[in-house]
């Protein structure tokens, strides 16, 4: 059993590892690393190493689920045995079941899910190992993820949290942060069109310091949704210079 | 999870929502109305029934002796269940709880654990080894939207109505003795929801506005007005001035509400 | 009222395009008086429309669309075909039979079974129903020789070139016999696997560097230099 430290920002307004309280950690994004799926992106950010795999949009099993005017899209958010200090038990908890479900429905509002009526696209997140955030660095990838697909979206979908730490309002929680702090508020977020497409808060905040937190997650969104875009650039832009 | 609402009817709710009221009379920021009835399973230690409209839950509270967790070796442990009730909709299936029960319950939880409704440091018994167990469950009986709100003020309200055995340890055994106590509770967070139809905001949606509403947004708010859960849920999306509105709309309904409540 | 991009500039999805008096062409949406991408492409503008050619799309069934497809199953009336795309294509047996179908009677699984690859049409396609097919015009049927490979759907027009200009190049080039499915999946039929091989190895030149300039010219000299050093091949 660790312990718990007294302050979670020092005197010197830096928190435990270092960063200043609207500073991201380091990020590593990456589009089109698994063959087999139809689409594929793979995160790194802080210490979490998540891989997402998308397959479709292709005709939906069992056949009932499908839906007669649109596509549906199913997501599945899976943390790997090793993914946490205790092994965790690869069945899937009730927490993995409600972030499927807050996940996809972060992802619906950037798809045009009614261009292809009667098929189902699947989602599928693995964590590979979590250190806070997991929902958010999942949708970041699995945003890009939906563009290598090829499937027409309005906007990528990018997600980041803030939340309260000791007394003040901090971008990017990480694992000791969240279990140890006030309050964290993710955010996904389709910067295009200003649209917010997944916001959770648990702990306690006035509605200043809310307000607050989802300005500094919008801001850590913007910064991480450039990221996106370079990632998807850097897979798709091929031998540059060609002789004549 | 709907069941068939056809496309004139949709149009209908969305027009005259966008009017300013809604088909069953009420404005856009009026809650139906609630009854709340506590104490009606003897056999629990807590419990209570709401009908908030039509829509009828059934929050029943038992306590029994368990396990701390490792990471709070001296409080008490708090776990919502939520059962989707086959009867209470043509939609629900039965069987083991699927993502809408997990959800619902979970935001339940998040609004009682956050603004710590209980206290659960007044929930140990012996310290590291045996703590009391809360547990809320939450059935739903019958469905006519807005099962967040109505769930969470059921649980609440089976809360303030539960009594917890007086006990005694002998010999390492937890020995149940005459008497109760209430269960000690430091807040009373109320839930208020608020859909989104279009670009105009509705608090308490019915279910057929759940059928027509392209997202939700739920905030729990405690005494102070401060806000200790947030769930965003459905297939659109805000935007950031709305949520701030939200926020607005859902701190004016809890204060009403509390003050109506008496909480 | 502007355009926001450079020609044939990278875009990826959301990307703002253009604003005000613009038409969203292909791969493009509007939203309040702006044109922005729907997927990662190459971005260009002709008289006032806004077309984003998609670097990565899947193929959607088009009535008349050429396709190459392998059988799934062979069903009561008819089989099912894989076109690789995302809905499932069906070709009735009426449609192969020159005489009337008696379910009793005829064995469908001798015309065709699982695995094997045709070339067909694409006969009807709405938003309710799966695609169907049909064989019964000449040159349409079972496939029984050749390779068989896939490229992006999107890139099949530059591998035909202008006015056929590429593909008839590279079929004179390595003596092949090439079926360009609209839906990706090409068929390179040549008289020996090393012409085949490459005749695939340019197609998938074309595919890597469609969006450059002087593509023709660069493939012609790729295969010229490549018939004439047999032993250093490339991969």
Redo the contacts between chains.
């Keep these: 059993?660790n312990e718990k430290p007294e302050k979670l920002i020092d005197k010197k307004g830096l928190r435990l590892d270092g960063r200043k309280i609207d500073e991201l950690r380091p990020l590593k994004l990456e589009v089109g690393v698994l063959p087999n799926a139809?689409?594929s992106a793979y995160i790194e950010h802080g210490k979490n190493k998540i891989l997402v795999g998308v397959f479709?949009?292709?005709?939906m099993h069992p056949k009932h689920l499908s839906m007669?005017d649109r596509m549906v899209i199913r997501c599945r958010y899976h943390m790997a045995s090793f993914s946490v200090p205790e092994r965790k038990s690869p069945a899937p908890s009730?927490?993995e079941?409600?972030l499927?479900?807050?996940i996809?429905?972060s992802l619906?509002?950037?798809v045009?899910n009614d261009l292809?009526?009667?098929?189902g696209v699947d989602v599928f997140i693995e964590v590979l190992q979590a250190d806070g955030g997991t929902r958010c660095a999942s949708i970041t990838a699995a945003s890009l993820a939906l563009?290598?697909?090829?499937?027409?979206?309005?906007?990528?979908v990018v997600a980041c949290a803030a939340g309260k730490v000791d007394d003040q309002v901090v971008l990017d929680l990480m694992d000791e942060e969240d279990k140890l702090g006030v309050a964290d508020?993710p955010v996904a977020y389709?910067?295009?069109?200003?649209?917010?497409?997944?916001?959770?808060?648990?702990?306690?905040?006035?509605?200043e310091e809310?307000?607050k937190a989802?300005?500094m997650a919008?801001d850590g969104c913007k910064k991480i949704y450039a990221m996106?875009?370079e990632a998807?650039?850097t897979k798709?832009?091929?031998?540059k210079e060609?002789?004549? | 999870m709907s069941s068939l609402i056809t496309r004139v009817r949709k149009l209908q709710i969305a027009q005259t929502i966008e009017k300013g009221t809604r088909l069953d009379g009420r404005g856009l920021m009026d809650t139906r109305e609630i009854k709340i009835e506590q104490g009606l399973i003897q056999k629990a230690e807590g419990s209570a029934r709401i009908l908030l409209g039509k829509t009828q839950i059934v929050v029943g509270v038992k306590i029994q002796a368990g396990e701390p967790f490792p990471d709070t070796p001296n409080e008490g442990v708090q776990t919502v269940n939520a059962e989707l009730v086959p009867l209470a909709s043509p939609t629900f299936e039965p069987g083991p709880p699927d993502e809408n029960s997990i959800e619902l319950a979970r935001i339940v939880d998040r609004g009682i654990r956050e603004s710590k409704a209980i206290d659960t440091a007044k929930l140990c018994i012996e310290p590291g080894k045996k703590v009391f167990v809360v547990f809320i469950d939450v059935y739903v009986l019958n469905h006519d939207g807005n099962l967040i709100d109505a769930a969470a003020l059921a649980a609440m309200a089976a809360l303030l109505n539960t009594k917890m055995p007086n006990y005694e340890i002998e010999e390492g055994e937890v020995k149940i003795k005459q008497g109760y106590t209430q269960l000690p509770l430091k807040s009373h967070p109320i839930t208020v929801t608020i859909g989104k139809i279009g670009n105009t905001l509705i608090v308490d949606p019915i279910l057929e506005e759940e059928q027509v509403m392209d997202a939700r947004i739920t905030m729990a708010i405690n005494e102070e007005g401060n806000i200790c859960a947030i769930q965003k849920g459905g297939s659109g999306y805000f935007t950031p001035q709305q949520i701030v509105e939200a926020s607005k709309i859902a701190q004016e309904k809890a204060a009403e509400l509390r003050k109506k409540l008496d909480w | 009222m502007p355009t926001f991009f450079e020609k044939k500039q990278l875009v990826t999805p959301g990307e703002l395009l253009a604003e005000g008096d613009y038409l969203p062409g292909d791969n493009t949406y509007l939203e309040e008086n702006k044109v922005y991408a729907q997927r990662i492409g190459l971005v260009d503008c002709e008289n006032k429309r806004v077309n984003v050619v998609a670097l990565r799309a899947f193929y959607v069934p088009k009535v008349g669309d050429l396709v190459i497809g392998a059988v799934i199953e062979v069903g009561f009336n008819g089989w099912t075909v894989d076109v690789k795309s995302p809905y499932t294509a069906l070709l009735r047996a009426s449609d192969v039979l020159s005489r009337p179908f008696k379910p009793q009677n005829d064995e469908l699984s001798q015309v065709l079974s699982a695995g094997d690859l045709i070339v067909a049409k694409i006969a009807s396609y709405d938003r309710a129903h799966d695609p169907q097919l049909t064989v019964s015009e000449p040159g349409l049927g079972k496939i029984t020789r050749g390779q068989i490979m896939r490229v992006t759907p999107t890139k099949i027009p530059r591998v035909i070139g202008k006015k056929g200009s590429m593909i008839s190049m590279i079929k004179q080039e390595t003596n092949c016999q090439i079926i360009l499915g609209l839906n990706g999946v090409i068929l390179v039929t040549g008289k020996s696997p090393e012409d085949e091989e490459l005749a695939i190895t340019a197609i998938r030149k074309i595919e890597e560097e469609s969006h450059t300039t002087g593509l023709t010219d660069r493939i012609t000299q790729f295969l010229k230099e490549q018939k004439v050093k047999p032993e250093e091949k490339v991969e």
């Design positions: 059993m139809d689409g479709g949009p292709r005709e007669a009730r927490r079941v409600e499927g479900k807050v996809r429905e619906e509002p950037s045009f292809y009526p009667r098929t563009a290598d697909a090829g499937i027409p979206m309005r906007d990528l508020v389709m910067p295009s069109l200003n649209a917010i497409t997944l916001l959770q808060m648990d702990g306690i905040l006035t509605p809310l307000e989802i300005n919008m996106q875009k998807l650039k798709y832009m091929t031998v060609v002789e004549e």
